[in-house]
């Protein structure tokens, strides 16, 4: 534990100057609240005199309120390691805010209106306040047209992100999110994302999430929001955790452990709700049957697990109370078939069940959980069991804050499967804890997330609406499905095609083997060997820019292509015109 003094200025007052870093940059004075300084920070005619607000590490920030974001503010701490492997001596910055005068909760750090653009990286946020309490949603945009958070420790929240503007771009990557909704008995704690207005594009990758509510909360069918949902580990659902109802989603390489842990059934709180009901889906609250053509998604190699000992529970609670269960609909509900079946691209792919991950170190010990489920189906006290991880900031008697770091579990896990289980080949969920395995999704991003896009019009193993989702589990993990394992490799035609001077020739592996990818004339001579190494599996793209080995360009006329990987051979034709 890291306690370090900061002076939380207690009145409003004009930002102390402070020195600038560049000519872009101001470095934040820990003495003074930040948002007064940013606001503060203006030129004449009204603009911000910096576009980025930097912060120091070991160093504790506070807000005095709410800041109302109109332009583009980024603020940002060191980069040293992602959050996960963040092990150093000292800590990285922290943010925190001041209780409400009235009644002592915390308080919304941003809201984001027209034309401003938020940009948060490398630092903890905390919503908890020296009172105990924590605050609502901590950000909000009603007309924002950017908001990205990169490498972010949030601990202690009901909602990080709610959005209220339309087609607004959204980047939530690589993130540590822990300690929602498990403060009281709710359904309705601990979102990390609320859209209540359609996004535009929103990225959603490798980010740790403990103890959340739902992971991706949409208040109505969103026709221009397109989303990636990648590499998400996700431990201790409370209630349902996915709403599908994007315009075009894909959703692959996650995992959720102890999903819905809460249960189902006529003793719950409310019967009659209907965020009870499904782990995702397009639910029949709102209508798309007149867009299906329009609607795409894929979801699809996810992983799915919950402790034995939650089994268990609702096992021995079935003899006197038949109609509780965990799981009540499965993945999906029964009006699946209506969307699956009328729309040729709303593809459920084959996902994993029941596999153990085997942790390093668990980030929760299941006997709190079975604890909370004793009281939330009983009495419900009114100090309410907790499962929480320990919060990265607490405060002392003295009301000064204490950094809890660094993050005590480890998320690595032991199962085979998982651990090449992706589209990508590579683990599933959060890859900040595969260092090695990430370098290779930054290097291939591009070409692994096209791939899961492609799937969406060429998948071969998906629900069609018989009744039995295919599913991967520890009795049957081999299956033969085209989208994630070709049969050795797959070599597409170049583009452009014919080209002048350079095309692009992508193909995928459906594991790490020698490549060799070679250009030859008409008459068979070699003219440059493009390939000629070890590669990983996945989806890979190399240029050719119309010369030889020696960089002399070569005449306009066909060319030929040709892959080997081990023993099988493919080659295609291309055109070069000059």
């Known amino acids: 534990m890291k306690n370090f003094t900061i002076l939380f200025v207690l009145f409003a007052m004009i930002a102390i100057p402070v020195f600038a870093q560049d000519a872009d940059t101001l470095v934040i004075d820990p003495n003074n609240y930040v948002n007064l300084q940013i606001m503060a920070d203006t030129l004449a005619d009204g603009s911000q005199a910096h576009d980025v607000y930097k912060l120091e590490r070991s160093t504790f920030y506070a807000f005095d309120g709410t800041m109302t974001v109109d332009f583009k503010c980024e603020i940002v701490g060191p980069f040293v390691e992602y959050m996960v492997q963040d092990n150093g001596d000292d800590f990285p910055p922290v943010l925190v805010n001041t209780p409400d005068e009235s009644s002592g909760a915390g308080r919304r750090f941003f809201t984001v209106i027209e034309g401003g653009e938020l940009i948060l990286k490398n630092f903890i946020m905390s919503g908890m306040v020296s009172t105990g309490q924590i605050g609502g949603t901590m950000i909000r945009s009603t007309y924002g047209i950017r908001f990205v958070m990169d490498n972010i420790a949030f601990s202690d929240y009901d909602r990080i992100f709610q959005n209220d503007s339309e087609n607004i771009?959204?980047?939530?990557?690589?993130?540590?999110?822990?300690?929602?909704?498990?403060?009281?008995?709710?359904?309705?704690?601990?979102?990390t994302t609320r859209f209540n207005t359609s996004g535009g594009d929103v990225v959603i990758e490798n980010n740790t999430i403990?103890?959340?509510?739902?992971?991706?909360?949409?208040?109505?069918?969103?026709?221009?929001?397109?989303?990636?949902?990648?590499?998400?580990?996700?431990?201790n659902n409370t209630k349902n955790a996915m709403e599908l109802r994007q315009y075009e989603c894909v959703c692959a390489n996650n995992f959720w452990v102890n999903w819905e842990f809460m249960g189902y059934g006529p003793n719950q709180l409310r019967t009659d709700d209907w965020y009870q009901m499904n782990f995702t889906t397009y639910n029949w609250l709102y209508e798309v049957s007149d867009m299906l053509d329009s609607v795409s998604t894929y979801f699809a190699y996810n992983g799915f697990y919950t402790e034995e000992a939650i089994n268990e529970w609702f096992e021995n609670r079935a003899a006197t109370a038949p109609l509780d269960s965990i799981h009540q609909s499965g993945l999906f509900p029964v009006t699946t078939d209506t969307f699956v079946v009328a729309d040729a691209d709303y593809k459920i792919g084959p996902n994993y069940m029941d596999f153990n991950p085997g942790f390093t170190v668990p980030p929760t010990d299941v006997a709190d959980l079975i604890a909370f489920l004793e009281a939330y189906w009983g009495d419900q006290p009114v100090d309410v069991p907790t499962y929480d991880v320990p919060a990265l900031v607490t405060f002392g008697g003295d009301g000064m804050p204490v950094c809890n770091w660094p993050i005590e579990y480890d998320l690595t896990y032991a199962n085979t499967t998982w651990q090449t289980g992706g589209t990508d080949g590579l683990p599933l969920g959060d890859l900040n804890w595969w260092p090695d395995k990430k370098a290779d999704w930054v290097a291939n991003r591009e070409q692994y997330v096209a791939a899961m896009r492609d799937s969406v019009d060429n998948a071969k193993l998906i629900y069609t609406g018989d009744g039995n989702l295919p599913l991967i589990t520890p009795a049957s993990t081999d299956i033969n499905d085209d989208t994630k394992a070709p049969a050795a490799f797959k070599l597409g035609q170049n583009y452009p095609n014919p080209f002048n001077p350079t095309t692009s020739i992508n193909y995928s592996l459906n594991k790490a083997d020698h490549v060799s990818l070679v250009v030859y004339n008409t008459i068979g001579q070699k003219v440059r060997t493009l390939v000629d190494a070890k590669q990983a599996a996945g989806v890979h793209s190399v240029n050719?820019?119309?010369?030889?080995?020696?960089?002399t360009a070569m005449a306009g006329g066909v060319y030929f292509y040709r892959l080997t990987v081990g023993n099988q051979t493919e080659c295609k034709k291309m055109v070069f015109i000059k």
């Not at 990557?173 to 704690?189: E, R």
């Not at 403990?210 to 431990?235: D, E, Q, W, Y």
């Open 544 to 551: 050719w820019t119309g010369v030889d080995e020696a960089g």
């Open 210 to 235: 403990i103890n959340n509510g739902r992971l991706l909360c949409n208040a109505g069918p969103f026709p221009k929001m397109k989303s990636v949902i990648t590499h998400n580990s996700i431990i």
């Open 169 to 191: 771009e959204v980047s939530i990557t690589n993130c540590v999110f822990q300690n929602a909704g498990s403060a009281d008995y709710s359904l309705f704690d601990g979102m």
